[in-house]
T-cell receptor
Framework: GAVVSQHPSRVICKSGTSVKIECRSLDFQATTMFWYRQFPKQSLMLMATSNEGSKATYEQGVEKDKFLINHASLTLSTLTVTSAHPEDSSFYIC??????????????FGQGTRLTVV | DAKTTQPPSMDCAEGRAANLPCNHSTISGNEYVYWYRQIHSQGPQYIIHGLKNNETNEMASLIITEDRKSSTLILPHATLRDTAVYYCILHFSGGYNKLIFGAGTRLAVHP
């Protein structure tokens, strides 16, 4: 199946710094990618929809100035957590559909990035 | 997207069939039933999906009731590696539809 890769898989950063997480579609082009956040023992919460060449669409309650999303190419979306604080510590996951909009059947997910802010 | 209801947890003996139910009484006519699972500390993995006919692939079978108000995911011979959280999600196939995850069912397969 299609492969979505995230990097890094784990990151520890100091409070107040920014962290960038990359999401790549390795064997297909993805005009749309999705970013999720997951706290321990909770389900995935959709943060935003990343659109290649245009602004991301954020879900209600997600601060767009804190979680910067850039989707500059058809195979790469990045999520930057700006001025990170301990409460931003979480598991961040991206996903994408392969194929064209008329053909997508299932979403492929990255392996996730565990962010710890100290 | 319509909402789904799943039991929070289930147990299954290794080698036996695991039957995971999902209720979706408000499903609309063109919404598909999708199943994903998430093994601990990994990204979710697609399992199977269907509209109204039963479906089977190498991982599982999906049984959808005739009125489409509920479905069951069947893992025919559960192994320890099937221990995971299983999510039943409704959405429209085609188009870049966002997936909204509910709480899912935590399946524990024991020896």
């Amino acid at each position: 199946g299609a492969v979505v890769s995230q990097h890094p898989s784990r990151v520890i950063c100091k409070s107040g710094t920014s962290v960038k997480i990359e999401c790549r579609s390795l064997d297909f082009q993805a005009t749309t990618m999705f970013w999720y956040r997951q706290f321990p023992k909770q389900s995935l919460m959709l943060m935003a929809t990343s659109n290649e060449g245009s602004k991301a669409t954020y879900e209600q309650g997600v601060e767009k100035d804190k979680f910067l999303i850039n989707h500059a190419s058809l195979t790469l979306s990045t999520l930057t957590v700006t001025s990170a604080h301990p409460e931003d510590s979480s598991f961040y996951i991206c996903s994408a559909y392969s194929g064209g909009a008329e053909r997508n059947t299932e979403a492929f997910f990255g392996q996730g990035t565990r962010l710890t802010v100290v | 997207d319509a909402k789904t209801t799943q039991p929070p947890s289930m147990d299954c003996a290794e080698g036996r069939a695991a039957n995971l139910p999902c209720n979706h009484s408000t499903i609309s006519g063109n919404e598909y039933v999708y199943w994903y699972r998430q093994i601990h500390s990994q990204g979710p993995q697609y399992i199977i999906h269907g509209l109204k006919n039963n479906e089977t692939n190498e991982m599982a079978s999906l049984i959808i009731t005739e009125d489409r108000k509920s479905s069951t995911l069947i893992l025919p011979h559960a192994t320890l590696r099937d221990t995971a959280v299983y999510y039943c999600i409704l959405h429209f196939s085609g188009g870049y539809n966002k997936l909204i995850f509910g709480a899912g069912t935590r399946l524990a397969v024991h020896p």
